[in-house]
């Protein structure tokens, strides 16, 4: 079975330092994979989406990147943290372009 | 680019009574559109999705609508439980997109016994 794996689930950190975040796909090769960004009690945004290894598309013009650099791996990062980078932050992949997207469990992302 | 409203923000029913929530795009284009059900802390959940070759879905007590003329669809939640209290979240993904899904902005749903 198609399963997905996001850590950490929570992380807290200072204003200026490095985050990076990873997101694993089991049962599944190419997928498409994407990272949101959920603010408290708002909706999702779409932050990056890739369709193959060191593919990645960029949605909004932000202080983070993304890298895929393994097929079935998407990983979110900064070099420096803002505290406007606080958030939820879920990873999601979809089979290919015509199959549903399912999340993986999220990190809750705490800028102090 | 696309854009989903989602309508109401907030939905407080009794238990056995029918939700409904609705979402307008702007994107004509747009052909898949899911609805997604999170409880509070934890990730989205796909509950049902229908693509513009279709009307109307239905899976057990839920139900989704689409009306590609006026560019809206809705959820339908019928005889309600206390277990369908979460937030629910619309998208639309654009034609051509990669199935990248621009969400609305949530309904929290509230069922009260």
């Known amino acids: 079975s198609q399963t997905i794996h996001q850590w950490p689930a929570t992380l807290v950190q200072p204003v200026g330092s490095p985050l990076s975040l990873e997101c694993t796909v089991e049962?599944?090769?190419?997928?498409?994979l994407y990272w949101y960004r959920q603010a408290a009690g708002r909706g999702l945004q779409l932050l990056f989406y890739s369709v193959g290894i060191g593919q990645i598309s960029s949605e909004v013009p932000q202080n983070l990147s993304a890298s895929r650099p393994q097929d079935r791996q998407f990983i979110l990062s900064s070099k420096k943290l803002l505290l406007s980078d606080s958030g939820f932050y879920l990873c999601?992949?979809?089979?290919?372009?015509?199959?549903?997207?399912?999340f993986g469990d999220g990190t809750r992302l705490s800028i102090l | 680019g696309e854009n989903v409203e989602q309508h109401p923000s907030t939905l407080s029913v009794q238990e056995g009574d029918s939700a409904v929530i609705k979402c307008t795009y702007s994107?004509?284009?747009?052909?898949?559109f899911p609805w997604y059900k999170q409880e509070l802390g934890k990730r989205p959940q796909l509950i049902i999705d229908i693509r513009s070759n279709v009307g109307e879905k239905k899976d057990q007590r839920i139900a989704v609508t689409l009306n590609k003329t006026a560019k809206h669809f809705s959820l339908h939640i019928t005889e309600t439980q206390p277990e369908d209290s979460a937030v629910y979240f619309c998208?639309?993904?654009?034609?051509?997109?990669?199935?990248?899904?621009?969400f609305g902005a949530g309904t929290r749903l509230a069922v009260h016994p």
């Open positions: 994107d004509s284009a747009s052909n898949y």
């Open positions: 999601a992949f979809g089979a290919d372009s015509n199959q549903p997207q399912h």
């Open positions: 998208a639309a993904s654009p034609l051509g997109g990669y199935n990248k899904l621009i």
């Open positions: 049962g599944t090769s190419n997928p498409n």
